[in-house]
């Protein structure tokens, strides 16, 4: 409950004491809770939750994530150290540059805000790095893919961002996922003209195939479509014939 | 007292057509003196006893049935593992995390790694952030002569006294004061 009136607290035998306005017996008080928060989705360095890149680098080397498969919202959720309250207006993750110099792993990422020197750390270890958007709905999807196979939705589609944030995922500078691919790769010199490093060829990579794995932007997981219904005890997908939307 | 119509059929088929007045409602009674023709409500589904039985469920869409499909291996990459992997081997550690060592096991005291593979000594502050302990939890063997030792290297490292309060039964030791950083090298550099 929400203190908006002055409600008398009183002990036997004491003069009353009030409640101050606002307090909301000892939750987070929503004025404190909405200084550094917003709905609009364009803010992305406050809308989502901090990933140090130290924190990953040590995920990988403790196997706790695999880095021959593409990592994202998914991954990082099921390791079981880090969870998304999309509730609470949280839009993902954003990996910071803490540990960026003792970052050395080469990995195919995505999350939803990553600042230039992020970029420039994965990518000079020959890693590749995507920005892109879900939908507060696709977050609860993604968020426990296990938990909601079990209830037998179909996968829904993936929504495309809002106004506000579709001139972030279009930019090449920032890696999203729905910016011109040849933009991206003149962007990847830049940068590495920038911070001063070559920039290694994935081409020539034998994880290549994996390191350009890439969702397309109404897809939720990678390989499967939406409107699949998995029944993970049965070990089977029911698809749907025709289209029907 | 508003007169409840119940749209029930055979109740409605005697007076369908029919013009009464209506006799056991006061009210109306009183308001009109003229015939009013009874009027069928239609069917509201608001009520179980309302609405028409459903019959029949027309399915939507045409799915198909696969089993064991070949994008199976995609499903299994989105589920959790049941436990912590254990880590891989490697020669270096570019993060600065240090994996236990075997030569640990031979000392008269020895520390567990926390399931997260990590060194469990933590700082606890409390009283508005004046009071700091820094705690090694997980600890079997000889605790009393691991106390003496660490004890003994705290205190040539830091040129001050420092009190510990070593709980046995529950395998922990408290330094007074913040020590972590020095407690987890000190600790590292044993082998746990």
Redesign the interface.
Known sequence: MVVINMVPVTRFRSAPNFMRLGYETGNLLIYVFLTNRTTKASCKDVNTQKFPL?QL??ML????IDSK?PIDL?TLC????VSIKPASMEFGFQLTDE?AD???SKICIEVQHAKESVIAAIERNGGIIRTAYYDPRSLHVIKN??KW?EKGVPIPKRLLPPQDAIGYYTSAENRGYLADPEEISKHRLVLAQKYGYDLPKIEDDPDYEMLTSMKDARQL????EPGWV?S?K?????????C?Q | MAAVWRSCGPFLKGFAGKTSQIPNNAADFIGRLRPVPVLILPVNYSSYAKSPFVYKIEERYNYDVVKKPIEWKYVERLLPFETIPNPLIKDKYPSGWVPPKEEAKELPYFIHRSKNHFLPVYLKISLRGSKKISIIRKIDGDIWLLNDELKKFLKDKNKMYVETRVHELAQFIEVKGDYVIDIRNWALSKGF
């Open positions: 130290l680098q040590v080397e403790t196997n706790r498969q998914c099921n390791t079981g150290l540990g003792k970052f050395k893919p296990e196979f997981f990678y390989g499967l998995i993970l049965d070990q089977t997908i029911i698809k749907p014939k025709e029907t």
